[in-house]
């Protein structure tokens, strides 16, 4: 994570919400430039004010961590760069009185412009810390997430918190 690439294009693929997608050369190859320091995923941060996309709708154990399919054409991106007010990270079982409530689950808790949320975590770092130890809650407050607004599944877009940048003091 943090590594700067160029990376050849062949043309913007967007496809619906998901209007960042690109079609990537394959031809040609990807060229490390150097890592990004915090001051510049500082100046990343996306300009964001109010929900993360449409609120209101929530999977068991989560908060605000989907949109219904059928509202997905109104919106035009699927990924912002934010520093939530609050961030925790926790892992333990999924719960609930269905197949797989024993799966124990890394999600992130945030407040974000007066709304909570509780998303899956995707960032593969996080997740690897988080399933090496004991079920927990860490507070991770200052880090900045990138959440990302994932295919459909069951007439649902999942939020997800795909990426989580600590500052560097806090690696």
């Not at 004010?49 to 154990?61: E, K, M």
């Not at 996080?126 to 927990?136: L, N, Y």
Request: some cysteine; overall charge negative.
């Amino acid at each position: 994570m943090l590594d700067v690439l160029e990376i050849p294009f062949l043309r913007p693929i967007p496809h619906g919400y998901q209007a960042e997608n690109h079609l990537i050369d394959p031809s040609k190859k990807w060229t490390k430039k150097g890592e990004a320091t915090e001051e510049q995923v500082e100046q990343a941060l996306d300009d964001h004010h109010g929900p993360l996309w449409l609120n209101g709708s929530s999977s068991w154990g989560f908060s605000n961590n989907r949109v219904k399919e059928s509202a997905l054409d109104g919106l035009d991106s699927s990924l912002v760069l934010i520093r939530p007010r609050v961030l925790r990270i926790s892992i333990g079982p999924k719960g609930g009185l269905f197949a797989g409530a024993a799966k124990r689950l890394v999600k992130a808790h945030l407040s974000y412009d007066g709304t909570d949320y509780v998303l899956t975590v995707t960032d593969p770092a996080i997740e690897d810390r988080f399933r090496a130890g004991v079920d927990r809650t860490e507070d991770m407050t200052g880090a900045m997430v990138c959440v990302s607004l994932g295919e459909t599944y069951l007439g649902h877009a999942y939020k997800l918190a795909a990426a989580i940048i600590l500052p560097r003091s806090r690696v």
